[in-house]
């Protein structure tokens, strides 16, 4: 069954792990994990610090550059209870210079949610609008 706008925003605003996707120029879609907060129809995906990384430019910036579109997508699944699978996908646009506000209140999302960021160890957040939020649920 389709979810209703505000159903599919609170399921994704409840979740803190998905799947965020880019558009590559010659490959097309990146997909990666990643870990974000959801603020008043913002989402935000931090770089840390935390995680190892060869840099802190990221392929998925580099693809921001070229092209802000990206989708957010989270689920949930049981092998068991099908019953129970349901799926969110955010269409965003990326923020280049978003507010200082909104980076403010996104970090602090992130900080209460996880404690391997508390002290902000964001080298940055990416900061995205949600332009639009569809979703299924099997009940």
């Given at each position: ?38 603020d008043d129809g913002f989402i935000g995906v931090p770089v ?92």
């Amino acid at each position: 069954m389709r979810l209703a706008r505000s159903e599919a925003v609170a399921r994704l605003a409840a979740r803190d792990h998905g799947v965020l996707c880019t558009v590559h120029a010659t490959r097309g879609v990146d997909a990666v994990p990643c870990v974000f907060a959801a603020d008043d129809g913002f989402i935000g995906v931090p770089v840390d610090r935390v995680k190892p990384k060869s840099t802190f430019r990221l392929q998925r910036e580099r693809n921001l550059d070229a092209d802000r579109r990206a989708t957010l997508l989270v689920e949930q699944w049981d092998r068991d209870d099908w019953s129970q699978l349901w799926w969110v996908r955010a269409s965003l646009r990326w923020e280049a210079d978003p507010s200082p506000r909104q980076v403010d209140d996104l970090s602090a999302q992130l900080r209460r949610r996880f404690s391997q960021y508390v002290g902000e160890p964001f080298a940055r957040i990416h900061v995205f609008r949600i332009i639009e939020v569809t979703g299924w649920a099997a009940r």
